[in-house]
Nanobody, 124 residues
Framework: QVQLVESGGGLVQAGGSLRLSCAAS????????MGWFRQAPGKEREFVAR????????YYADSVRGRFTISRDNAKNAVYLQMNSLKPEDTAMYYC?????????????????WGQGTEVTVSS
């Protein structure tokens, strides 16, 4: 079992940067691919980024590619999301999630564990 706790959210102006962190408990963190998702009020949860178990492979939604960077530190049981050039459209609750499967997926329902979320608000 894996427990996830996000942090680093807050209020930032458009064009600014924010770094989200996700701390994981459990001794098998490196066995999980990790993903970031976000959900705006009244909208469905959407995929943002994914990183493989080793950290070698990364995947991004078209809307964030080139602006966001996902990374992980297995020694620290942590995954990060560096967000640059933020836009008002990035405003949402951001969640980290763990996927124990062996197939790359961007579908929320295929992820096994979720954090409680951290709020990101980008003002104009």
């Amino acid at each position: 079992q894996v427990q996830l706790v996000e942090s680093g959210g807050g209020l930032v102006q458009a064009g600014g940067s924010l770094r989200l962190s996700c701390a994981a408990s459990g001794r098998t963190f490196s066995s999980y691919a990790m993903g970031w998702f976000r959900q705006a009020p009244g909208k469905e949860r959407e995929f943002v980024a994914r990183i493989s178990r080793s950290g070698i492979s990364t995947y991004y939604a078209d809307s964030v590619r080139g602006r966001f960077t996902i990374s992980r530190d297995n020694a620290k049981n942590a995954v990060y999301l560096q967000m640059n050039s933020l836009k008002p459209e990035d405003t949402a609750m951001y969640y980290c999630a763990a996927d124990g499967g062996k197939v790359v997926t961007t579908t929320p329902r295929t992820y096994d564990y979720w954090g409680q979320g951290t709020e990101v608000t980008v003002s104009s």
